[in-house]
């Protein structure tokens, strides 16, 4: 089960206690990342932000609720990560039109 529903205009990320929902962590680094969105932002500011010590869960846990979203966390040189959005992966090809 996917956190993420479709508003006909967009998407929206819904945190919860459901099963394969992500945990309250995974959901404040989102928005740590989404917030500075466009740019790279520090592990080290992100662990503060978030208030754990380590990332690497709370990241893998985070790219699995984004997975087939248009969202992206992309880890960058050194202990940077960037949220990037593009387009949904639907698991189909689109025609080149």
Do not use: K
Not at 5 to 32: V, Y
Not at 43 to 71: C, E, K, N, P, T
Not at 85 to 94: D, K, L
């Amino acid at each position: 089960m996917r956190n993420w529903t479709s508003t006909g205009g967009g998407e929206s990320f819904s945190p919860g206690a459901s099963a394969g929902c992500s945990p309250p962590a995974a959901w404040a680094l989102f928005e740590a990342l989404y917030a500075g969105r466009g740019h790279p932002l520090s592990g080290d500011f992100l662990r503060r932000a978030i208030g754990v010590s380590a990332l690497g869960d709370h990241v893998y846990q985070l790219r699995r609720a984004l997975a087939g979203s248009r969202y992206r966390v992309e880890r960058h040189r050194g202990d940077e990560y960037e949220l990037t959005a593009g387009e949904a992966f639907t698991g189909t090809r689109r025609p080149p039109y």
